[in-house]
């Protein structure tokens, strides 16, 4: 079986990989993070009320496309995840960094001042979801396992009302 090369794994977006090749990147990097002891951290991003929005195509592309401005390290990877959420991953942050990676993204967000005026907040929000989790070798907790958590972590802030972050640094002893 022949690996395909980098560029037929991105998407015309910023170099953002397909939904396919951020589950290779994911798979990779929790084992590279099992052999090298260094974190990986996921977020969740669900733009806020997106039903209710007049202009959802628009939207979607300028959220995405400022997410990948932010994130545009070699490890970092971002990709669509269903119609009004991004998944993305990067690595070999502190917990404190990647919360303030959140912090940043909500800045972002609220920058692009696009107006919203079927929801509450007028404007375009974001809820996120948040982990970071560094891998052992002789692991229990798996990759699945962490987005999954990243998942939960969304809906808790999306049920918050919107606008929000969600995030928890998982750790050997908190399993």
Same mark, same amino acid.
């Given at each position: 079986m022949s690996r395909r090369s980098d560029t037929e794994n991105l998407s015309p977006h910023h170099g953002v990989v397909t939904q396919?090749?951020?589950?290779? /990147?994911?798979?990779?990097?929790?084992q590279?993070?099992?052999?090298?002891?260094?974190? &990986? %951290?996921?977020?969740?991003i669900d733009i806020d009320h997106f039903n209710h929005?007049?202009?959802k195509a628009s939207i979607s592309h300028q959220v995405f496309e400022t997410l990948g401005q932010l994130f545009h390290r070699k490890t970092d990877? /971002?990709?669509?995840?269903g119609r009004n959420k991004i998944l993305l991953m990067t690595?070999? &942050? %502190?917990?404190?960094?990647?919360?303030?990676l959140a912090q940043r993204i909500h800045q972002a967000i609220q920058a692009l001042a696009l107006t919203a005026p079927q929801t509450s907040a007028?404007?375009?929000?974001?809820?996120?979801?948040?982990?970071?989790?560094?891998?052992?070798?002789?692991?229990?907790?798996?990759?699945l396992d962490q987005l999954s958590e990243t998942l939960k972590h969304q809906q808790a802030a999306s049920d918050q009302g919107g606008n929000t972050s969600h995030t928890r640094l998982y750790s050997q002893i908190l399993k």
């Open positions: 396919s090749a951020f589950i290779e /990147l994911l798979a990779s990097h929790w590279n993070a099992q052999k090298a002891q260094y974190s &990986l %951290s996921l977020f969740v929005l007049t202009d990877a /971002l990709t669509r995840f690595t070999e &942050l %502190s917990f404190k960094e990647a919360s303030l007028g404007q375009v929000t974001v809820s996120i979801g948040h982990t970071t989790y560094t891998p052992a070798q002789e692991d229990d907790f798996g990759v």
